[in-house]
């Protein structure tokens, strides 16, 4: 196929061939021996976009699109490679245009007489939108990347059964990591409901030997716990609670990260008192009967599927878009609060100009220019 | 050889050119169509105002003569934008134009090195890549080793005025012809502007009672560094204000066909900055009504210039059009309003010397760059005159970079965005516009002056004791603590400020949107005196200083893109590059990868395969 006209904008040549290993193998190797070389992940796309055949957020989502690993991960992809990402940010975007350029009409003629009232209410309506999407990022990157949980708890209260009975729950695993670590374990499910890939760790390994290896075994349960998107704190419900658990327990109240604390073996009475566990998520189960594992999975996934993001939304999926989108999100919190104390507003200008700077790199746009330009179509202003 | 330097064009850009040029001791000839004209504002009256300020004090920063100028025939001055923040703070003064122009004629006329001829030029002569002479009307060739062309709005000018269309220049003076072809003939790409002007009407015809006035500043703010503002204290001309009725939109509707814009007589690219009143009503229906300043356009004339109110509707509408509006039911027109169209460069084809990039002593300035204004026209008089006196003598071109001036913004503008209107200044367009303010122009610019050789040493040191003075006063400030006492909280109280119980040090308590260094002197006894421009300035940068460090920051980075620079024989065909990015840098050739990145159509991307590119070269020059 030649150039203009392929995906790559550059001659392509394209092999059908019978199936099976060996003859592709055939094939590969031929071309090799003529010349030809493996391409680098991700080197076609790269192509692409560099002679222009598509944009950068298109780009992403093409990689998106190849890496998907759920079907609303895939959703949100499409979304963004048909522009509807594009097209929400450019919604943000120019909503800070006109009040950027409400100031800077104001500042370039200071003798007509422009409305400004409500400005701090605006920009805060602003915020709390592009709020909104970048919160959309945390599902949006689960969607991507799957719910990284990590299982943790005192050991012989059932980390390791708990492990093996959300895996029979659904026999399909996606991917069968070995731990890096002889200690730590990876294994990944897709849940049945809505399709979310969970990325199980679990932290058997860590075991009480002497009290220095308690307290590091402690520590790395922190740690895990602080990178995780979900964690599911196995607790004995059949003995009381400990001075570890307590431990564990505070320390987890600590993190910003989601915790289930798992009650295990429900089948023997009850000692625990969970009381001091009042407001978090609660569930209680037999990993040796099998018992309650589906409220514990319908739990995760309420967890994960309510929100903000919702179908109709658009969803952040790239961290490159969500960094961005977090720093307008700041530059907006100093306008308002610029705006709040009375600051001059060609000072709220200055954050404005950055929060639309920011956006404007998600969807490659010159902000100078369309400033200047939005300044001539809203407002009549010259000689 | 007859001249070191030569100026076509008396106008704004020239008069500084010639002026610059001249006191550098280069041998320098000022020719122009009409020596009446020198130095003429033939549209508003007035010189500065937002961001165009900025511009007429880093003239004067420079050396230049437009500040001092108006300095002198000032016939009202006016701080705009005070209730905002001291970035956009905007000086700008009514002129009185006949004695502003007469006042730059007796400059120009008794400036050494320097002789105004009255002649149209007509031809260039370029030999070798380089220009060499130019030739007037009268078929006398001067010998030069740089031209400067500030030609402003005369080239094939057309004046239209409904379906009258007159073949000159502005205010009806002689337009030029010929030099237009000539400058084809050297292959240099022409395009066509449109801007306009408003009538003129007899003050004795307003009926002023009932409008709006408008007074200039009680203490009048010098543009000049060198003066002070009892320099130049004298009795000011009020202004007024009034607006368009409904009864102006709907003559202005009913007659549209009958304007040249509409009629599709008018072919050149129109300024958005100055639209027309039909083009206002046009695009701005809604709008009720448009504000109208009627401003004098000199102490001893009856004429007076009706700001926001130009059109080239036919006469006989734009006398209806104007009688509809208060104060203004039985006036008389004194000169119509009027279009004017008129070629100019793409200024893409200049370096930021203003020098054109192929052909070796041949400067650009003014209103044919594409620009519109005075004060756009003189920043780039000044730069060019500079440039071509430095180009003679082998020295590097001063060139102002976007963080460091206005004029920086505007000629990086022209040279590497280009433009396809009329291009006016604002202070939007400034990114880093804190920095730049009007009041600090002195100490960004007048060491680049003095070393270009045009600010005298005096002048220079005066700026140097300035900055030493701000310095050691900040130094102190950080170190004063103002207690708790009930002086203290009593001076709180009267500016509605929050009461203190501790000590708090006076770097943070200037912090408070309502206090200020001045008025801090009585919680600051160790205070020494000091000039009231030493407290304006260490008051902003203690004020405003978080701000301020982070625009400083931002420049920083961008002063990095700009320090990387690209060769100017780079082949751009380099793989990874999108084909539209090759062609615009092939063509603009540019200096730094910053200035890359500025230019339409090219991209992030580019930009980072360009960086990849220039790296790989270096690393095999290395190896070599």
Do not use: W
């Not at chain 1, 943790?152 to 059964?161: E, H, L």
């Not at chain 1, 910003?256 to 625990?272: E, G």
């Not at chain 2, 007048?446 to 040493?457: C, D, F």
């Not at chain 2, 065909?573 to 230019?599: F, H, M, T, V």
Request: contains cysteine; aromatic residues 6%.
């Amino acid at each position: 196929m030649f150039a203009p006209k392929t995906y790559t904008r550059e001659d392509v040549a394209e092999f059908q061939c019978h199936g099976g290993e060996e003859s592709l193998r055939r094939v590969l190797a031929a071309a090799i021996k003529a010349g030809a070389r493996a391409a680098e992940p991700g080197e076609f796309t790269k192509r692409a976009f560099l002679n222009g055949r598509i944009d950068l957020a298109q780009a992403e989502a093409v990689m998106d699109m190849v890496s998907a690993s759920s079907e609303r991960a895939r959703a949100a992809a499409l979304d963004q490679l048909s522009g509807r990402l594009s097209n929400r940010i450019n919604m943000l975007y120019d909503s800070i245009l006109t009040e950027l350029a409400g100031i800077e009409a104001a500042i370039d003629d200071p003798e007509h007489k422009t409305g400004d009232d409500g400005r701090k209410d605006r920009i805060n309506a602003i915020k709390q939108d592009a709020d909104t999407l970048l919160s959309t990022f945390e599902y949006g990157r689960v969607c991507r990347e799957g719910i990284n949980t990590v299982i943790f708890g005192k050991p012989n209260v059932g980390k390791s059964s708990i492990l093996n009975c959300l895996l029979g729950q659904d026999r399909a695993i996606v991917t069968e990591i070995p731990g890096t670590t002889r200690d730590i374990l990876k294994e990944s499910i897709r849940l049945k409901n809505n399709g979310l890939v969970l990325n199980l760790t679990d932290t058997a390994g860590i075991r009480k030997t002497d009290e220095t290896v308690e307290s590091i075994g402690v520590e790395r349960a922190r740690e895990a716990a602080a990178g995780a998107d979900l964690v599911l704190c196995v607790l004995d419900g059949s003995a009381e609670l400990s001075r570890e658990d307590e431990e564990i327990i505070s320390q987890l109240r600590a993190l910003n990260t989601k915790v289930i604390y798992v009650i295990n073996k429900s089948d023997l009475p009850k000692t625990l008192d969970s009381s001091c566990l009042a407001g978090a998520d609660i569930i209680c189960i037999s990993a040796k009967y099998m018992t309650n594992i589906d409220s514990l999975i319908r739990v995760i996934e309420e967890r994960f599927t309510s929100g903000k993001a919702t179908e109709e939304t658009v969803l952040i999926t790239s961290a490159r878009h969500a960094g961005l989108l977090r720093e307008t999100v700041n530059s907006l919190e100093n306008a308002r609060i610029a705006a709040e104390q009375d600051i001059p507003e060609d000072f709220i200008s200055i954050d404005l100009t950055e929060a639309c700077g920011y956006l404007a790199k998600i969807c490659g746009r010159d902000a100078g220019e369309d400033l200047v330009n939005s300044i001539f179509d809203k407002f009549c202003i010259g000689k | 050889m007859d001249y070191d330097i030569i100026v076509i064009g008396g106008g704004h850009a020239g008069c500084e050119a010639a002026l610059a040029a001249a006191r550098l001791g280069s041998k320098t000839l000022l020719l122009a169509i009409s020596l009446d004209s020198i130095a003429m504002m033939p549209c508003n009256p007035s010189i500065g105002g937002t961001s165009k300020g900025h511009l007429v004090r880093e003239i004067d920063a420079l050396g230049g003569e437009m500040g001092r100028n108006i300095d002198k025939t000032y016939i009202q001055s006016k701080m705009l934008n005070t209730a905002k923040g001291p970035a956009v703070y905007s000086l700008r003064a009514q002129a009185d134009k006949a004695r502003y122009s007469r006042e730059m004629k007796r400059i120009l006329e008794n400036t050494d090195n320097l002789h105004i001829r009255q002649a149209e030029v007509t031809d260039l002569t370029v030999t070798g890549g380089a220009v060499t002479a130019v030739v007037t009307d009268m078929g006398i060739q001067y010998q030069a080793g740089a031209v400067i062309i500030c030609t402003g709005t005369y080239l094939n000018a057309r004046c239209l005025t409904g379906e009258r269309i007159t073949l000159t220049g502005p205010n009806g003076m002689k337009r030029s012809e010929a030099l237009s072809d000539a400058l084809g003939r050297l292959g240099i790409k022409l395009l066509r502007f449109k801007t306009g002007t408003p009538a003129r009407i007899d003050r004795r015809s307003i009926n002023f009672e009932g409008l709006d006035i408008q007074e200039g500043d009680a203490e009048p703010t010098p543009f000049s560094f060198s003066n002070s503002a009892e320099d130049i204290g004298r009795q000011q001309i009020p202004c007024h204000i009034t607006y368009t009725s409904s009864g102006t939109h709907g003559i202005i509707k009913e007659n549209l066909h009958r304007s040249p814009m509409y009629s599709g007589a008018i072919k050149g690219a129109p300024t958005r900055y100055c639209p027309s009143i039909e083009d206002k009503v046009e695009r701005f229906a809604d709008k009720e009504r448009h504000q109208v300043f009627i401003e004098p356009e000199g102490e001893d004339t009856n004429e007076m210039y009706i700001q926001g109110m130009s059109s080239s509707l036919p006469a006989d509408v734009q006398l209806r059009v104007y009688r509809s509006i208060k104060g203004l039911e039985n006036c008389h027109i004194t000169r119509d309003a009027y279009a004017i169209e008129y070629d100019c460069i793409d200024a893409a084809f200049l370096k930021l010397s203003l020098e054109h990039k192929d052909i070796k002593g041949l400067f650009f300035a003014g209103q044919i760059n594409g620009s519109s204004g005075y004060e756009e026209a003189a920043a780039q008089g000044l730069i060019a005159g500079i440039n071509a006196v430095n180009m003679l003598r082998g020295k590097e071109p001063l060139i102002i970079r976007r963080d460091e001036g206005y004029i920086g913004v505007l000629i990086d503008d022209l040279v590497t965005k280009g433009t396809k209107e009329p291009y006016r200044m604002m202070t939007s367009r400034a990114e880093y516009r804190l920095l730049l303010r009007q009041d600090n122009a002195d100490l960004r610019l007048r060491e680049k002056g003095y070393q270009a050789g045009i600010v005298p040493h005096g002048t220079y040191m005066e700026t140097e004791k300035k900055r030493k003075d701000i310095a050691d006063e900040i130094t102190r400030a950080a170190g004063v603590t103002v207690p708790p006492t009930e002086k203290a909280n009593a001076f709180l109280a009267a500016r509605n400020s929050t009461p203190i119980s501790t000590g708090i040090k006076l770097t943070e308590l200037i912090k408070r949107p309502e206090l200020n260094y001045t008025d801090l002197k009585e919680l600051d006894g160790g205070r020494p005196a000091l000039p009231k421009a030493v407290i304006e300035q260490v008051n902003i940068q203690l004020k405003y200083e978080g701000y301020i460090q982070r625009q400083m920051k931002q420049a920083e980075q961008f002063a990095k893109m700009e320090s990387l620079r690209l060769p100017e024989d780079l082949d751009y065909n380099i793989e990874g590059l999108r084909l539209e990015a090759r062609q615009k840098l092939n063509d603009a050739r540019p200096g730094s990868l910053g200035a890359a990145s500025r230019i339409t159509g090219v991209s992030p991307a580019d930009i980072s395969v360009l960086m990849i590119y220039l790296e790989r070269r270096r690393r095999a020059k290395d190896g070599e």
